[in-house]
């Protein structure tokens, strides 16, 4: 088992991508700690992981820093350590102009996609500090990198590629402590507000025809992509971001 007697910490771990990464996780031997705002869907998703003796929930909205710190101090007292931090969490906007959102949408996007990895990022390594070890994975997102024609996602792809840069510094600002970070950037993956869409049989093979690989991306292509990177395998690699799009951004279409 690769992530055998670790303890980690999956954000987002209600969503249908941190579902996954946390089931993956207890599969390899690892206590997991999955992280939202809403228990009840927590407490649904560590059933259908079905891993209860390896996983908890715990309810905590990563934009409040007490919080986060609050949390992050329980987790510690009650493992004794945190030797993993998987950055899940996240939201997208609907997909509208720029001029036509309101600051509150805009500010929203940036308190969870940045605020939120930057809080639980800034608990987490005060205690990897302590033993020098630690392994932190951020989510992040092909729109970070590469603008779609017609889907209007300025500020998402924004707050996006600044998780890039922040996996980059914080990797190399932590090196010497022995303390890896490392991203991936997903393509268009069969979960959250896109599964609607891929209801529609015509709307599904446009979208196919468009990736190299010819198939929509599941939860389990990234939750395979995060525990390579999170376990000692990639105990060389740091500062890296990973997209797991099908080809999509190597391609022109």
Known sequence: MRLKDKVSIVTGASSDIGKAIAKRFAEEGSKVVLIARDFEKLEKARKEIGQDELTASMSCDLTDESQVIQTVKQIIDNYGKIDILVNNAGAINDPVHFHEMEDSEIKKLID?????????????????????????????????????????????????????????????????????CNSVSPGIINSGMIKPYLDDPQARKVIEERIPLVRIGEPIDVANAVLFLASDEANWITGTVLNVDGGKTASEG
Request: aromatic share 8%; net charge positive.
């Open 112 to 180: 969870i996609n940045l605020f939120g990895v930057f809080h639980m990022t800034k608990a987490i390594l005060a205690k990897m500090s302590d033993v020098k070890s630690g392994s932190i994975v951020n989510i992040g997102s092909i729109s970070g990198e590469r603008a779609i024609p017609r889907v209007h996602l300025a500020a998402y792809s924004s707050t996006k590629a600044a998780i890039s840069m922040f996996t980059k510094a914080i990797a190399v600002e932590y090196a010497r402590r022995h303390i890896r």
